[in-house]
T-cell receptor, first 112, second 114 residues
Framework: QKEVEQDPGPLSVPEGAIVSLNCTYSNSAFQYFMWYRQYSRKGPELLMY????GNKEDGRFTAQVDKSSKYISLFIRDSQPSDSATYLCAMSATSGTYKYIFGTGTRLKVLA | DAGITQSPRHKVTETGTPVTLRCHQT?????MYWYRQDPGHGLRLIHY???????DKGEVSDGYSVSRSKTEDFLLTLESATSSQTSVYFC?????????????FGPGTRLTVT
């Protein structure tokens, strides 16, 4: 079993929909959680960073961590065609570590 | 952009040949990383560096070596390329201002080993 599991998709939604992207993990020591966005043939870029449990909001994006269920989510409100990309979750046990475990990514398509 | 470049961007090489990929940064980040990205596996850490001449192994380091002789450059060498090393390789940097969790990624190098 992988430490981090992520549905590869593709997930297709109409423009304006609310999108929910998820990752599950098995290592209860993970405390630092990130979401990256990766456009086709580009490097990933950091979208959201969350420490421990709870929610964090940034514009149309909300990151949610449920450590009791070992489950993290990224919500995108009012999705746009420009949100079409692959979304990767990443997590780590400590802030000083350089070894983040990445999910395989979920490919999202927002249809105009 | 975080001032990070990779070269070459594309390479086709034959099995058994050595290959060196270069990552160059202009932002004075302390930490540098090499990842590979493959379908079904996501990003996997090959090696990382936490300072000049200071490097350590990641999750999938077999068959790879790295060197960092100055802050700006981090080289990844495939000592004898194999078809299983066909992948997209990403360099990343972090650490400026003491922030380690935010990694900035380069544009990637597509390597094909025939």
């Amino acid at each position: 079993q992988k430490e981090v599991e992520q549905d590869p998709g593709p997930l297709s939604v109409p423009e304006g929909a609310i999108v929910s992207l998820n990752c599950t993990y098995s290592n209860s020591a993970f405390q630092y959680f990130m979401w990256y966005r990766q456009y086709s043939r580009k490097g990933p870029e950091l979208l959201m960073y969350t420490y421990s449990s709870g929610n964090k909001e940034d514009g149309r994006f909300t990151a949610q961590v449920d450590k009791s269920s070992k489950y993290i989510s990224l919500f995108i409100r009012d999705s746009q065609p420009s949100d079409s990309a692959t979304y990767l979750c990443a997590m780590s046990a400590t802030s000083g570590t350089y070894k983040y475990i990445f999910g395989t990514g979920t490919r999202l398509k927002v249809l105009a | 952009d975080a001032g990070i470049t990779q070269s070459p961007r594309h390479k086709v090489t034959e099995t058994g040949t050595p290959v060196t990929l270069r990552c160059h940064q202009t932002e004075n980040h302390r930490y540098m990383y090499w990842y590979r990205q493959d379908p079904g596996h996501g990003l996997r850490l090959i090696h990382y560096s936490y300072g000049v001449k200071d490097t350590d192994k990641g999750e999938v380091s077999d068959g790879y070596s790295v060197s960092r002789s100055k802050t700006e450059d981090f080289l990844l060498t495939l000592e004898s390329a194999t078809s299983s090393q066909t992948s997209v390789y990403f360099c990343a940097i972090s650490g400026r201002g003491g922030v380690t969790y935010e990694q900035y990624f380069g544009p990637g190098t597509r390597l094909t080993v025939t």
